[in-house]
């Protein structure tokens, strides 16, 4: 059968990832984490689906993997770590239940986990990363889940992605000191922005809403993100 060098690549991607033959173990484990996300207060029958049909080990290197349905943030490199669980959860569930999700711009791409959820239920995502290769990465392991809704972008994603706005949500997966001014201006009318807010400390994850000129803003809880840092990385 004839193959092109992307089918071959991913096809050795499903085979090193063990992507579909997850062991009852495997399955196990998963179920028991939809149960914590359940008792720490997700509701939301559609985030709960889609964070069970989301293989997070393969966003994982494989030294890692036999973890990834604990509920904890873990390390891809580069510094950087992939979202825990119940933050992927919450602040998703926060998007879905308080308006539409047509068009998203996620900032802090990582590895793609936080993306490859909210692609689930969105209409368009625009993903901005400023380190190249968990860029790349990410694409890839997109690719793989076959989440072809996704557009992305090497960049500082402090200043949004203003040709692809006005967004009906912004997702913020990196902690600034404060909100940037950028990423307000590329709301919609309606539009939320959520974004943990603070220093290293700990943040306050913040839930923005735009309705017309005018700005609400509501605190959930405290959060621990990498920050958000200024620039870009090539390697
Ligand atoms: N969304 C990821 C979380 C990745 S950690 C997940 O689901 O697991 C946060 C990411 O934000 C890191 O990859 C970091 O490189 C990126 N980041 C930090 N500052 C940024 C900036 N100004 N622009 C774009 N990405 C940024």
């Known amino acids: 059968m004839y193959r092109t ?11 090193k990832k ?8 495997s399955q196990r484990t998963r179920e028991r984490l939809l149960g914590r996300l359940m008792d720490q207060g997700i509701d939301c029958m559609a985030v709960l689906d889609v ?31 992939i979202s825990q669980p119940y933050v992927v959860a919450r602040m998703t569930e926060a998007l879905f239940k308080s308006g539409s999700l047509d068009r998203v711009l996620e900032i ?13 239920l969105a209409g368009r995502v625009f993903t901005v990363e400023r380190i190249k290769p968990l860029l790349d990465r990410a694409k890839k392991n997109l690719r793989l889940l ?5 557009e992305f972008k090497h960049d500082d ?23 940037p ?16 807010v603070g220093g290293d ?12 000129d005018e700005l609400h803003e509501q605190t959930l809880e405290m959060v621990r993100f990498v920050p958000l840092l200024s620039g870009q990385l090539q390697h």
């Open 108 to 120: 802090g791409t990582g590895c793609g986990y936080q993306t490859a959820v909210i692609s689930r």
């Open 157 to 179: 994603g402090s200043l949004g992605w203003s040709e692809r706005g006005p967004y009906d949500a912004i997702i913020t997966t990196a902690a600034p000191q404060h909100i």
């Open 18 to 25: 063990n992507l579909s033959g997850i062991g009852m173990t």
């Open 146 to 150: 076959k989440c072809r809704n996704v």
């Open 51 to 81: 964070i069970r049909s989301t293989p997070r080990h393969i966003f994982l290197d494989e030294a890692l993997s036999h973890r990834a349905y604990e509920d904890v943030a873990l390390p891809i490199g580069h510094n950087q770590t």
């Open 201 to 212: 400390a700990g943040q306050e994850l913040k839930l923005i809403t735009r309705e017309g």
């Open 181 to 196: 001014r950028e990423l307000l201006g590329q709301l919609a009318d309606g539009g939320r922005l959520i974004i943990p």
């Open 5 to 15: 060098r992307a089918e071959q690549e991913i096809q050795s991607l499903i085979e």
